[in-house]
């Protein structure tokens, strides 16, 4: 599974997910991007998820139909 890690999350954190390709939108040279390039730019690459701590994206992206899947840590605990 191919993961993108946000900006706004530590980088550390992709060492906490094994047997996953993990890279950070830093890494893919995405950070001036807005969440609605990041979020074609990933589909794009392939990457199968997309985590942000940014809670504002299903309210203002289009998420329905992208093979991407969207999650947020803080909103999975919910």
Known sequence: MRVLLDENL???LRT????HEIR???FQG???F???LLLDAAEEAGFDVFI??????????NLEGRKTRY????????
């Open 10 to 12: 530590p980088h550390h």
């Open 16 to 19: 906490l997910i094994p047997d």
């Open 24 to 26: 950070t939108v830093a």
């Open 30 to 32: 995405w950070k001036a």
């Open 34 to 36: 807005s969440s609605g």
């Open 52 to 61: 942000t701590a940014d809670q504002g994206i299903p309210y203002q992206q």
């Open 71 to 78: 999650r947020n840590p803080e909103q999975q605990r919910a």
